[in-house]
């Protein structure tokens, strides 16, 4: 099967990407990792990226539809794409290189959801270990949340704080959300709602992505 997860920053798809693929034996196909392989094999694609990354800038559509049409070159039936298409214009171009979706999963979590799931995780800059106040709560110490394993106060990452986390689903309402749309009208998208528990979200992407 060739597979496209889609979902909001945190909703959780890459996480179920990755269930898919180990239950099925489909290989994911992460954009970000194919643009650090590119970058690595300094293909011209991948030279190209490099230069456009140095400058602090967004690839465009046509580097990262490059660098895709590299990767499914050396690809061997089904896969699952992960963080591809990001835009209509990237959905489009797949279609003219003649991949043909046998199904679009969508994870659906609401943007409130994601925000309190992202502000609430924490890293410890001590010894790398991740907590999340709510889930997996950290000690408390002297007032200050403490990794238990090194007693190190944990942070937030910037990418986790919740201006970061809202402007990024602004964007990605803004420029992604149209793929679900674009797949409906074509009749592959299932949405799949992301629950609390990931097993249970797993149990009914298999499902979806089985047609059940």
Known sequence: MKIIFLGAPGAGKGTQASAVSSKLGI?????????????????????????????????????????????????????????????VAQAEALEDMGEDIDVVINIHVADDVIVRRSSGRRYCPGCGATYHV????????DGKLVCPLCKTEVQIREDDKPEVVKERLKVYHEQTQPLEEFYRKRGKLRTVEGQEKVSDTTELTLRAVKGN
């Open 27 to 87: 290989p994911t196909i992460s954009t970000g990792n194919m643009i650090r392989e590119a970058i690595a094999n300094e293909t011209p694609i991948g030279i190209a990226a490099k230069e456009v990354i140095a400058k602090g800038q967004l690839l465009s559509d046509d580097v990262v539809v490059g660098i895709i049409k590299e990767k499914l070159k050396t690809v061997e039936g089904g896969y699952i794409l992960d963080g591809f298409p990001r835009t």
């Open 134 to 141: 709510e889930y997996n709560p950290p000690e408390t110490a």
